[in-house]
């Protein structure tokens, strides 16, 4: 297997878009396999823009990655487009909407798209996002887009993996600025408001404007831009390009780049650990492995005289005797 995953990695890093699709198959599939890929190829990475859009259902999130994607191949940059789609119900895999929106472009070798299943995750992106990341930074993709599923007000995920994060809305739902409460307001970088076009934009634009105004704000912190654009008609495009490099500038002059990329790594390492324990302590087979001192407390806790708490507390130690040093 070493030497699989090490030519492999190799053509990554090469730019091949072949090893490219390739290596992020391994990464959606997990184990061991991906694991030994993503060591391989972390050292690689670092040098990308990532990009994340989110907003509700229905905004034009793939019609804007679409267009930004144009735009900055006009500029010279290679795009690496991310699309996590809803997963079928049948196949477990990505239902490839994002794809077929996108087709124009998969013709431009500077332009590597793939779609990935959320299978379940929350949050608006699948478990193997970063992973995916990975292998496009690694691969070279100076700008990277991370399209969100769109599931409504508690999708922040996508700050986890991204440098700079998009929300985007659209007029004409009712409470225009609905889908940017519980959280999805504070996490924005940037806010476009698409189908700008429309009758009511201007009063969404308004709105947004206002409520940045009635956020309390450090000194010198980031005032994230509120921008009209039609996607569909790749109309106040440039300005977002422009409004992106903004941002990545601001970043690195404040420090704030530093700053991201810590919270980014502690929060996916924090994951990582937690889909350990789930896999390794929390299946009924595996605490029954555990051997007859585990069962024990199991039946315990079956019979109310340990609480879940403490037997959940004495498998971590267990598992903390276990772990190795790194």
């Known amino acids: 297997m070493t030497d699989d995953v090490d030519a492999l990695a190799r053509q990554v890093v090469e730019g091949s878009p072949r090893a490219t699709a390739r290596a992020l198959t391994w990464v959606e ?18 040098r990308a823009h990532v990009v ?54 998969a013709l431009d070798p500077g332009v590597f798209i793939r779609s990935m299943a959320t299978r379940g995750a929350l949050g608006g992106l699948c478990r193997a996002a970063a992973d995916a990341i990975d292998v496009l930074d690694a691969a070279g993709r100076s700008l990277i887009l991370v399209e969100t599923v769109g599931v409504g007000q508690d999708e922040v995920d996508v700050m986890r ?56 704000l450090v000194e010198e912190t980031w005032m994230p831009p509120v921008l009209g654009v039609s996607a569909a008609r790749e109309e106040g495009i440039e300005a977002m390009a422009d409004a992106l490099e903004g941002h990545l500038a601001y970043m690195k002059t404040s420090g704030e780049a530093d700053r991201r990329r810590r919270r980014m790594v502690a929060a996916r390492v924090l994951r990582i650990a937690q889909d350990l324990v789930a896999a390794t302590l929390l299946r009924p087979d595996a605490l029954e492995a555990q051997g007859s001192e585990a069962t024990t407390l199991l039946d315990r806790v079956l019979r109310r005289e340990v609480t879940p708490h ?17």
């Open 29 to 46: 599939s997990g184990g061991p396999r991906a694991e030994a890929l993503a060591a391989r190829l972390y050292r690689h990475t670092g």
């Open 52 to 105: 994340g859009i989110t907003g509700a259902p229905g905004s034009g999130k793939s019609t804007l990655a679409r267009a930004l994607a144009r735009v900055a191949r006009g500029r010279g940059r290679t795009v690496g487009i991310l699309a996590v789609d809803p997963s079928s119900p049948f196949s477990g895999g990505a239902i490839l909407g994002d794809r077929i929106r996108m087709n124009d472009l």
């Open 310 to 326: 403490a037997y959940a507390r004495a498998l971590l130690t267990r598992m903390g005797e276990r772990t190795p040093d790194v």
């Open 161 to 216: 993996v991204a440098h700079t994060v998009v929300v985007v809305s659209v007029p004409g739902l009712g409470d225009d600025v609905q889908a940017l409460k519980a959280g999805i307001l504070e996490i924005a970088d940037l806010h476009v408001v698409n189908k700008a076009d429309r009758e009511g934009a201007d009063r969404t634009i308004a709105e947004l404007r206002a409520m940045l105004t009635l956020m309390p």
